[in-house]
């Protein structure tokens, strides 16, 4: 793998403008407008991993969006690496506060990236981080460096809670065996600090509807004697924490993992300045479930959070009116140990038994999944955590995300095999945001540490 560094010198202008043309294809995949276009995606990944050297690449047609399939098994008697990633991407919106248009990939530079960043939607979240591993692949194949065999899997529905994988990973079990998973869907701490994902919280998202009155009211003629499902709704959502911001729903925390004394210690060493975040976000406090610092609450515990709310009069003006309906998009991030579909549970049971009987309630839950966490001690890990020392020169710290890739935890259970999560973005490439980015220089060390850990797991598994 020595001559990685002189490869990646020698194309670094081809990768970039590659993923220039990738990005500039909108696959949003949450938006059926943009069908065309996630189809689109998909075959330019079928061709770039054609491109890089893989035997065998399918377009796998699904009840939804299609998955990517490639390979290339060099030995049937060496270890096989699966790599994941997905071509969707979040919708753009708010559009009005990019400064360049999102499917327009431009190169800026910023205070922490000032080599530059592409600025586009999935650049980092994920087309740049997956497209990293196609082009360590494209190095591997065209030097000889290959060490050990590899899969690829791609699917396009990540960003709307990948249904469509957990239907074909059960049906493609054998196509799909593997030693280890890798995954560039993650974070790192920043680019002189490396670190790598131990764990992911789980999900439960759903969708409440809170009806008052069969129409909407003049607010004089019925304000006062009759239920405003806005204010009812958001006094609910209100009862949901307590003056500690720990959340009220019965049983909730009943499984919830505690950490150890030692465990919380050690998670403290990760370098971290509470000043420099309030300044990156504009804040004057940070906030949370009390007894726990800020690191621990994005990580170690379980939260809840209105991700959109409406109902009522929100145009140009005033109009007084009380409204029938009101509703809000409710996300709880969970540990390990919580199992999303109990919880998702425990939330309606709790939400229906809350409400005053002036309204009625509705609670429709969307997608959800489990939580995961790896052990540091097996050779997956430690291959990564080789393959990182190699090219930062730096020890890569553990440690725990608060993001969530649901379809990780089917994957141990369906596939029995641990995934490496080695993410190169950072917190403050705004990924779901406007003007999400991803550093060139994260790019290319992606692209130059992915074929050590090639290497260090083929070795370590002899
Ligand atoms: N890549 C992210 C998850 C992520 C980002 C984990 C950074 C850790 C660090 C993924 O695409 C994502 O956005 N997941 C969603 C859940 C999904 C079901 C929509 C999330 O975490 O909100
Ligand atoms: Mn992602
Ligand atoms: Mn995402």
């Known amino acids: 793998m020595e001559n990685v560094q002189k490869y990646i010198a020698q194309h670094k202008d081809r990768f970039i403008n590659e993923l220039i043309d990738l990005l500039k294809i909108p696959s949003i995949s949450a938006d059926p407008a943009y069908k065309k276009d996630v189809l689109n995606t998909a075959d330019f990944v079928k061709e770039s991993l054609e491109k890089a050297g893989c035997d065998t690449v399918e377009i796998c047609e699904t009840p939804g969006y299609p998955i990517i399939y490639a390979e290339k098994i060099i030995d049937p008697k060496l270890p096989t690496i699966l790599i994941y990633g997905h071509y969707d991407v979040q919708p753009a919106d708010p559009i ?114 809170v009806t008052g009155p069969n129409r909407d009211l003049h607010s004089g003629l019925y304000g006062g004697a009759v239920a ?133 309630i509705k609670v429709t839950p969307h997608h959800g999944g489990q939580g995961y966490v790896t052990p540091i001690d ?22 725990r995300s608060g993001g969530s890739i649901p379809i990780v935890s089917l994957f141990e259970q369906e596939l029995n095999s641990k995934s490496i999560l080695m993410g190169f973005g950072l917190n403050s490439d705004a990924i779901h945001s406007p003007n999400e980015h991803f550093g060139v220089w994260n790019y290319l060390k992606g692209i130059e540490t992915i074929p050590y850990f090639y290497q260090y797991f083929t070795e370590l598994s002899k």
């Open 228 to 360: 405003n499902p806005i204010n009812i709704l958001t006094k609910m959502i209100a009862s949901l924490q307590d003056e500690n911001n720990h959340i009220t729903i019965p049983g909730f925390y009943d499984t919830v993992e505690e950490l150890s004394a030692e465990e919380r210690a050690e998670m403290a060493k990760a370098p971290f300045s509470l000043d420099a975040y309030k300044k990156a976000l504009d804040i004057e406090d940070v906030h949370g479930e009390k007894g726990y610092t800020t690191n621990e609450r994005n990580a170690i515990r379980p939260t809840l959070d209105v991700n959109g709310i409406w109902g009522g009069y929100t145009g140009e003006g005033a109009k007084t009116v009380i409204a029938s309906k009101a509703y809000a998009k409710i996300s709880m991030r969970l540990v390990p140990n919580q199992d999303w579909k109990e919880i998702t549970e425990l939330f309606k049971n709790h939400f229906e038994s809350i409400a005053p009987k002036s309204v009625k």
């Open 378 to 399: 097996n050779i997956g890990y430690k291959s990564a955590s080789k393959a990182y020392t190699k090219t930062f020169g730096k020890t890569p710290i553990p440690q």
């Open 96 to 209: 009005e506060l990019w400064t360049s248009p999102p499917f327009e990939p431009v190169i800026k530079k910023t205070a922490i990236h000032p080599e530059g960043a592409i600025f586009a939607r999935g650049a980092c979240d994920d087309k740049g981080q997956m497209y990293m591993h196609v082009k360590a692949l494209e190095y591997m194949t065209n030097t000889g460096n290959l060490p050990c065999n590899v899969k690829f899997m791609i699917e396009g529905e990540e960003e709307v809670g990948s249904e469509s994988l957990a239907w074909f990973v059960p049906r493609n079990k054998e196509k799909l065996a593997n030693d280890v998973i890798l995954i560039s869907d993650t974070g790192m701490i920043a680019n002189d600090i490396p670190s790598i994902t131990t764990g992911l919280r789980g999900l439960s998202y759903v969708e409440v509807e």
